[in-house]
């Protein structure tokens, strides 16, 4: 937690902006800017145990072609492409030669949730599971076919090599069937080293934690109660990457969304206690036009995971997501700036403008209630 909070406010020049947001707020009365920083330390794994596990089905077929199953559920996040990598990189072949299929409970049954950020950890892991023992009875018919130990055995882009001896993976595919050596397997995983009584609260909920920090700079409309993110800095701790690509935009995902929970996403409910703000068309989530015009989210390097997960990787999903808790109180210095920071402001989450304005009135009669106080 320390490396990712030194780093983004290395990354975020705090000590020079900070100078440069009072220098502004002093001469500026209507529009005030805020600056604040948000670590977070987020537990991963599910608080049911039995919930941390997972299923995977691969085939590998004569003609080096792979089928992939798992218990995971895609909705865009990346995860068959994550799953898929795993597999690609224990056979060390390329991408295009695995078909992934749909989450079927006829393939890979008792899934648990695709949530809690595990969907990696646990579906990746299971076909980690599956593909290293085919892998492994694979081995042992290309050390017959060569004449040498299991030891000597490489796979390596596409290729499978003995010393200076080398046949395609399609081509061991082949030799493997007709020597009536296994080429399916279901692979299975469960969290090690979890367990959790929910009504003492004893227990290690939690397989390890994922870290980061943000800065973020608003500026907020005294008069109208408008804000708006003008900046992001963000330092996150995701292990050893499986795809940083995906993950990066994970990050950036994950962060809008929470600014969306912490500044429009009002929740309303009539006198009969309805909740009337039941989805996009009743309440407001953030669009494009709110994400920060100054957007800059970086990998915290060579930090692999101490637990042993897929390839030592960690989880992205919702960790992010909390790191907008930096927006809201960002508004809540602006607001501060007002009473030279003398005052804590009563601000209400989510910080629509409404509530802005609320805080910013109670902060002005504080401030009068305590002339020459």
Known sequence: ????????????????RRVE????????????????????????????????????????????????????????QGLFIKVAQVVA?????????IKITATATGKVP??????????????????????????????????????????????????V?????????????????????????AGFYK???????????RGRPFFYFSYGAAVAEVAIDTLTGETRCLRADIVQDIGTPLNPAIDLGQIEGAFVQGMGWLTCEELWWDKEGRL?????????????RDVPPVFNVSLLDQMPN???????????????????????????????????NRFAPDLEAPATPEHVLEAVGKLRKRMAGNVGG
């Open 1 to 16: 937690l320390t490396e990712v909070t030194e780093a983004v406010l290395a990354d975020a020049e705090w000590d020079r």
């Open 21 to 76: 947001i009072d220098a502004h707020n002093a001469a500026n009365p209507i529009i005030r800017r805020g600056l604040a920083m948000m670590p977070i330390k987020f537990g991963i794994s599910f608080n049911l145990t039995a919930l941390n596990q997972a299923g995977a089905l691969v085939h590998v077929y004569q003609d080096g072609s792979v089928h992939l199953n798992h218990g995971g559920t895609e909705m865009g």
């Open 89 to 97: 990189d224990v056979f060390q072949i390329e991408m295009d030669a």
């Open 110 to 159: 008792n899934t648990s949730a695709t949530a809690a950020s595990t969907g990696s950890d646990l579906n990746g892991m299971a076909a980690f599971n599956a593909g290293m023992q085919i892998r492994g009875r694979m081995v042992k018919v290309a050390a017959d076919h060569f004449g040498v130990g299991d030891e000597i055995i490489t796979f390596r882009e596409g290729r």
């Open 161 to 185: 090599h003995a010393n200076n001896e080398s046949v395609s993976f399609g081509e061991l595919a082949k030799m493997s069937w007709l020597k009536r050596v296994q080429l399916s397997e």
């Open 191 to 201: 969290t090690p080293k979890i367990h959790w009584d929910g009504k003492t609260m």
């Open 276 to 288: 009337r703000t039941v989805g996009p068309s009743t309440y407001k989530i953030p669009g494009s």
């Open 306 to 340: 101490k637990e042993e997960t897929v390839f030592r990787s960690k989880a992205i999903g919702e960790p992010p997501l909390m790191l907008a808790i930096s927006v809201w109180l960002a508004i809540r210095d602006a607001i501060a700036s007002i009473g030279g």
